[in-house]
Nanobody
Framework: QVQLVESGGGLVQAGGSLRLSCTTS????????MGWYRQAPGKQRELVAQ???????NYADSVKGRFTISRDNAKNTLSLQMNSLKPEDTAVYYC???????????WGQGTQVTVSS
């Protein structure tokens, strides 16, 4: 059983910053990619940022230059530094992990980020 727990969400004014963290636990032999997704009310879940086991990163165009994803391979933890937040960043943010050998996707329960104008 693999569990992901996100933390760090909250309410912030436009232009502010938040840092999300995701900790993993359970039996996962090796992690391939890790990423953050978000889902706003009435919208589909979308990829925000992704980082591979080799530390290659990929960002949604809407967050490039403002968000930074990082991971600690030794601890299997993931972070997302979010700067210059905008009201349109408001969403539930989910941590995602893909296992290396099986390609299984695991999800956290989500953390709410609300940016006020």
């Amino acid at each position: 059983q693999v569990q992901l727990v996100e933390s760090g969400g909250g309410l912030v004014q436009a232009g502010g910053s938040l840092r999300l963290s995701c900790t993993t636990s359970g039996s996962i032999l090796r992690i391939n990619s890790m990423g953050w997704y978000r889902q706003a009310p009435g919208k589909q879940r979308e990829l925000v940022a992704q980082i591979t086991s080799g530390s290659s990163t990929n960002y949604a165009d809407s967050v490039k230059g403002r968000f930074t994803i990082s991971r600690d391979n030794a601890k299997n933890t993931l972070s997302l530094q979010m700067n210059s937040l905008k009201p349109e960043d408001t969403a539930v943010y989910y941590c995602n992990v893909v296992s290396y050998f099986e390609g299984n996707h695991y999800w956290g329960q989500g953390t709410q980020v609300t940016v006020s104008s």
